[in-house]
Nanobody, 119 residues
């Protein structure tokens, strides 16, 4: 069973920054496209960003383009999300997972990391 461990969340003011990290136990990690998802209170989980196995291709939803940057380290089996210019609407629990063709998570979800942005 794949284990996903997210960290780095917290409470920051609007305009601030956070860097999320995720470690995945899957081997080989470099085989998979990895992504970040988030779930806001009372809403369904949404796909936020992803990165190809090599790191050469990235995808972002429109609302985070220019503010978030996804990266990965295939030696350390980690994927990160640098979040700048944070907005209250970025509040939610953030999860990482492998990304399938339908932009859904490939494996069981981890516990996620809480991100709260105050206005």
């Amino acid at each position: 069973q794949v284990q996903l461990v997210e960290s780095g969340g917290g409470l920051v003011q609007a305009g601030g920054s956070l860097r999320l990290s995720c470690t995945a136990s899957i081997r080989p990690f470099s085989r998979y496209r990895m992504g970040w998802f988030r779930q806001a209170p009372g809403k369904e989980r949404e796909y936020v960003a992803s990165i190809s196995w090599s790191g050469g291709s990235t995808y972002y939803i429109d609302s985070v383009k220019g503010r978030f940057t996804i990266s990965r380290d295939n030696v350390k089996n980690t994927v990160s999300l640098q979040m700048n210019s944070l907005k209250p609407e970025d509040t939610g629990v953030y999860y990482c997972n492998g990304v399938g063709e339908s932009k859904i998570g490939l494996w069981n979800w981890g516990q996620g990391t809480q991100v709260t942005i105050s206005s």
